[in-house]
């Protein structure tokens, strides 16, 4: 033995030592990759769901209604209703197929439509219940001169149930106000998001339909 191998054997005592100490060690490590990767990961979904909030939110604009995401919806409706279009109604036949088939696209159901008949007289009748009736704006019908149309629903209460509606048409039928009252009968309350169809002002409003599926 030279005195060269008692380093040599300490080294492979030290060997020996270190050889656990390294799988320690190495454990350690794979222990602090798996963190580390674990983070990688962790801060990647954040940016991902950071990345998606900021198409959420757009302008401050569209930030303010985010607190009210959805058009109110008052209640449901009782029963599958019926539209009739009451005679001197300022829509034609086209207009109101039109409109039934916009608010069909978002889910909603009409029973049936009736364009200028009435045989159960609902036109006249003060709680024409499962129908909604669209009249021309009449006398004796008090409505603020600003409005284009108006729409009155019955709410059963001890139901929360929608049992009727009645809209109100003035002669000039604008582009949007059918649809708009007919969200009205179907429950719908203002949403005053720009471009929206339950947009309270007209010229704010539009053909979005956010929140309007059913
Ligand atoms: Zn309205």
Redesign the pocket.
Known sequence: MDAGSIPATSTKLMMIYTLPEMIRTLGRLLVKLTIALTTIIFLSATCVSYSVQASDYQSNYEKIPAVNKMPPRVANWAYTPTIVVCEYAPITDVQIQSAIAFWKNLGHRFFISQYNYDPHNKCNDPNPDRYIVIHLVADGIEMETSSLAE?RFFVNNDTNKIEWAKIYMREDIRETVLE??LG?ALGYL?YNKNKHL?N?KWTQGGWETDGLRK
């Open positions: 729409t708009h009252e009205h203002h339950m309270s």
